[in-house]
């Protein structure tokens, strides 16, 4: 069994462009195994992971933790050479909490995280200033939940998401020294994440499907400095207006097996299919000024991914993690841009727990995620280059068993 | 934080300091081209005229400039230039204004500057200088023994400011541009290792700033082009054999011809009916675009409609823009003056010569296995918009980003696209791996 999925994983084509911006730490024992939980989900973070693993949780729980992620993204520019981004800082952070109902036939829980996000900041002055000098995403999903657990072996469960994206966009607009365009917005959305868990002696299996999530803003705020006063005159340019952009964060198909060979010894195989096609632009449209919509085709294509990960309890006082992963890149050729760098993705991450009581854990978990260089000739802006992006991270938490 | 959490943490860390992303510099190559003695020779455009006038930015950002800063990477030597004084140059600079300068709406209009006549006298003999364009020259003044005798005409100040010998001491004799070319030279040796010829564009812009009179000013004769090309290529090779050569725009990718359309006469339905009463019955004005009328030379200095495709010069644009109906240019009462008109005659004429001067500038350049850069295509692709990082680069006038104020030059963003053309081809040509410029580092039109 084991050998042939190891088998499918080699044979699963390698695509060489790309780059999503899913965080992909959603919780501290996840990110320890590299994001590899879905077959395991053994702590209240399983209401993102597979929200009917919670049915089989001994006690309620609670998890609680944030990341500090630091992306880097270089550029190789074909006029100037090699460009780094700024250092950015994102903080992803999850609480979860379950709770089992009299007959343990009903779990509740609730969760909230930020599953999308993305931060990427340049000089001003570089020179893909009129392209982005600062694109941040952040997503927070609020998600109540409630699991049936039909047996000894099988449940389901179901969670509701609300979900808010906050987008901050600068770019340069190409009159005189640079007119500043600043767009900020809020938008809203909503979808669900639906689950099955097989629960067995030594073994679990589990599917999840966590559905797409619109998120729409129809009234940003975009902001322009440094505009010349004729431009303001002629209303070529407004002061401030309001903006619109709606795009999609991808659904995910997720089948998980745990497997737990012994009492110490946790393992974890996921294997993921994000249908990034969602993701077919990103568009700010300007009202009542069209000629200044940015309209930006990404053309994203879908991809599989993998996680591997694997837990050794070496005490009663701690645990130890480590994973890996990898993904295809979603981003097509001609379509990249370096608000949204990336590729194939392989990621490495180790983490720990140190259990103070019987009942509370600190976690802390670690991860590299490297993006294999892109390049880009021939995308609508004629901006070319290659692309090589590192994402690290520093991730705690605590967990709490009532 | 226990001593385990520290250990793992400071792992991570130093595991980080590895995980660069940055890439390494690239590798550039003069591949088999040698840049160490470039040698720049044309016109206003070699020269970097912008804005109507030779001055110190124009000229520091002018192509061949732009160009030498990239050879720099690639063994290139220094760039030399006979740079004006740093004030408003030669020329009367323009400057765009906003305001309610005439009687319609706000809108832009150009202001000139008054030149710096000290620009004129010669600079002394600082030669030798690697950019030897000279604004108004033609392709037979590069090898004229008289051009620049004096600093009298702009026919000959523009050379005589820098030429190497004004004459003054003996024949009444000057250097030539062709001959001070050879002069540069560093400690390896003497005469450019690498040229670029960009001649020509004078040979008809003259006959066509004139509106096709040719009041002094007319299209030099093919036999005459050609034998100036094959004398500049001749001595120009001799020294290494490689350069590049481009051909020459042609009128219609310039926005001074083109930037106002032959129904330019925009009226109100007050003026319309006022022009209906006092013209012929066969004669209709109607409200919005209108069709202006001209005064054509032939046959016999009639009044007449001007027909689509006939060319307005923007010079005009005060007299059709500012008057009230009763003097405004292109209506019956007021044609517009024919020396502001290319008709369809006079374009038949340019549009040959251009033919010929092209065909002459490709073939000797592929003849002597020089790169050619064609030009000509490049701006007609300008002007349906060449994009550059995210800016779209059109031959649009003011809004289109790649010309100067006067219409016909660009600027410098124009200049350092027009530079990339030159190191696509160099690079293809010559196997060099020249790096391109940020064509949107350099400065383009200041609006008020």
């Known amino acids: 069994m084991k050998n042939r999925v190891l088998l499918s994983f080699l044979l699963l084509p390698f695509f060489t462009l790309g780059g999503g911006f899913e965080i992909n730490r959603q919780g501290q024992k996840a990110n320890g195994m590299a994001g590899a939980f879905a077959g395991v989900a053994n702590d209240a973070s399983a209401i993102y992971y597979n929200p009917a693993a919670i049915a089989f949780h001994e006690h309620a729980m609670m998890n609680a933790g944030y990341d500090l992620v630091f992306p880097r993204v270089s550029f190789l520019s074909p006029s100037e050479g090699n460009v780094d981004s700024k250092t950015t800082l994102m903080v992803p952070f999850h609480v979860y909490a379950t709770h089992h109902f009299a007959n343990r036939k009903v779990t509740g829980g609730i969760g909230i995280y930020t599953p999308y996000g993305t931060s990427t900041k340049w000089e001003d002055k570089w020179t893909g200033r009129y392209l982005t000098q600062q694109t941040k995403l952040t997503t927070i999903f609020l998600q109540p939940t409630i699991t049936y657990r039909l047996d000894d072996n099988y449940s389901a469960g179901i969670g509701l998401i609300g979900a808010t994206g906050f987008l901050k966009m600068r770019r340069a607009l190409p009159v005189n020294d640079d007119v500043e365009l600043d767009l900020k917005g809020t938008g809203l959305g909503y979808g669900f994440n639906i689950g099955a868990f097989a629960h067995f002696e030594k073994l679990n299996f589990s599917i999840n499907y966590r559905s797409a999530v619109k998120l729409k803003t129809s009234k940003g705020d975009a902001t322009f400095n440094n505009i010349p006063s004729s431009f303001i005159d002629q209303q070529t340019y407004p002061e401030s207006a309001s903006f619109k952009s709606s795009f999609k964060l991808p659904s995910t198909f997720t089948f998980g097996i745990g497997y737990l060979p012994t009492e110490r010894i946790i393992t974890d195989i996921d294997i993921s299919y994000t249908t990034w096609k969602d993701f077919t632009d990103w568009n700010i449209e300007i009202s009542d000024y069209d000629q200044l919509n940015s309209i930006n085709n990404r053309n994203f294509s879908n991809t599989f991914s993998i996680r591997l990960g694997g837990q050794y309890r070496w005490s009663d006082k701690m645990d130890y993690r480590i994973g890996a992963n990898y993904e295809q890149s979603p981003s097509s050729d001609n379509h990249l841009y370096p608000d949204l760098a990336g590729g194939v993705k392989l990621g490495a991450a180790a983490g720990a727990t140190r259990h103070v009581r019987e009942n509370i854990g600190f976690d802390i978990s670690l991860m590299i995620e490297d993006f294999s260089e892109q390049k880009e000739n021939a995308n609508e802006k004629n901006f070319n280059g290659a692309y090589s992006k590192t994402v690290y991270s520093i991730g705690l938490g605590v967990n709490y068993e009532f | ?448």
Not at chain 2, 183 to 189: I, L
């Open chain 2, 1 to 448: 934080m226990s001593s385990e959490k520290i250990r793992l943490f400071l792992f991570f860390m130093i595991a980080c300091a590895g995980c660069k992303t940055a890439f390494d510099d690239p590798n550039y190559s003069a591949g088999e081209a040698n840049f160490s003695r470039y040698v720049a020779l044309g016109g206003s455009f070699t020269a970097g005229f912008t804005d109507n006038a030779l001055y110190l930015e124009g000229q520091q950002n002018s192509f061949p400039s732009i160009l030498a800063s990239r050879f720099e990477l690639v063994g290139g030597g220094g760039f030399e230039q006979p740079l004006v004084n740093s004030g408003n140059g030669l020329g009367n600079k323009y400057i765009l204004n906003y305001g309610s300068a005439c009687n319609s709406a706000s809108g832009y209009y150009l202001t000139s500057l008054t030149e710096d006549p000290s620009n004129r006298n010669w600079i002394g003999n600082k030669a030798p200088y690697n950019n030897l364009g000279v604004p108004i020259a033609k392709s037979f003044h590069l090898n004229d023994q008289y051009f620049g005798r004096s600093n009298a005409t702009p026919y000959s100040y523009y050379y005589n400011r820098f030429a190497t010998d004004t004459g003054f001491g003996g024949a009444g004799l000057t250097s030539t541009i062709l001959g001070d070319a050879g002069k540069v030279s560093d400690g390896k040796g003497i005469g450019p290792t690498f040229f670029s010829l960009w001649i020509g564009l004078n040979d008809y812009l003259g006959y066509a700033l004139a509106g096709g009179e040719g009041e002094g000013d007319s299209i030099t004769p093919d036999n005459i082009f050609n034998t100036a090309i094959d004398t500049v290529l001749t001595s120009l090779t001799s020294y290494s054999g490689k350069g590049i050569v481009a051909n020459l725009p042609d009128i219609y990718s310039l926005p001074f011809f083109t930037t106002i359309p032959y129904s330019g006469l925009n009226l109100t339905q007050a003026e319309a009916d006022s022009l209906n009463i006092v013209t012929a019955d066969s004669i209709h004005f109607v409200e919005g675009a209108n069709s202006f009328w001209i005064k054509s030379p032939l046959p016999g200095d009639l009044t007449r409609k001007i027909q689509p495709g006939e060319l307005v010069l923007y010079s005009i644009i005060d007299s059709i823009r500012c008057r009230n109906i009763n003097e405004r240019w292109g209506t019956p009462q007021n044609p517009i003056p024919s020396k502001y008109i290319l008709d369809i005659n006079e374009l038949n004429k340019i549009t040959n010569a251009v033919n010929v001067f092209n065909a002459k500038l490709q073939s000797s350049a592929l003849s002597r296995s020089l790169a050619f850069v064609d030009m000509n295509s490049y701006f007609r692709t300008l002007q349906s918009g060449i994009i550059f990082n995210g800016v779209n680069y059109t031959s649009q006038y003011l809004t289109g980003g790649a010309f100067s104020l006067d219409g016909i030059h660009p600027n410098s963003r124009g200049y350092a696209l027009i530079a990339n053309e030159f190191i696509r081809v160099i690079n293809a040509k010559y196997k060099s791996t020249i790096p391109e410029v940020d064509v949107n580092n350099y400065p383009g039109i200041r609006f008020p």
